[in-house]
């Protein structure tokens, strides 16, 4: 089992700062990609950021320039640094990791809980 953990979500003020964070742990073998999603009410979950085990990040453009997305040294675990933040960024966010588990083979996609993150106008 792969286990998926969010962290770091709250309410702030618009132009204000949040940090989630999202931890892999179980049977992994090796992680491929660790990416970042939300979903607001009433809309499709849509993809935030991507940061692959290559060292590759991207950004939906409506985050660009204010949200970065960071791994740490053992690469199991994803930041989301969210500065600027404004109302439409009110959603649940979510991470997703494909990973190839150590005990079956292929590679699967696993996703967190989500964290609620509030900005208020």
């Known amino acids: 089992q792969v286990q998926v953990v969010e962290s770091g979500g709250g309410l702030v003020q618009a132009g204000g700062s949040l940090r989630l964070s999202c931890a892999a742990s179980?049977?992994?073998?090796?992680?491929?990609?660790m990416d970042w999603y939300r979903q607001a009410p009433g809309k499709q979950r849509e993809l935030v950021a991507i940061s692959t085990d290559g060292g590759i990040t991207r950004y939906a453009d409506s985050v660009k320039g204010r949200f970065t997305v960071s791994r740490d040294n053992a690469k199991t675990t994803v930041y989301l640094q969210m500065n600027d933040l404004k109302p439409d960024d009110t959603a649940v966010y979510y991470c997703?990791?494909?990973?190839?588990?150590?005990?079956?083979?292929?590679?699967?996609?696993?996703w967190g809980q989500g964290t609620q993150v509030t900005v208020s106008s």
């Open positions: 179980g049977d992994i073998f090796r992680i491929n990609a």
């Open positions: 997703s990791v494909t990973a190839q588990p150590a005990l079956r083979l292929g590679t699967f996609h696993y």
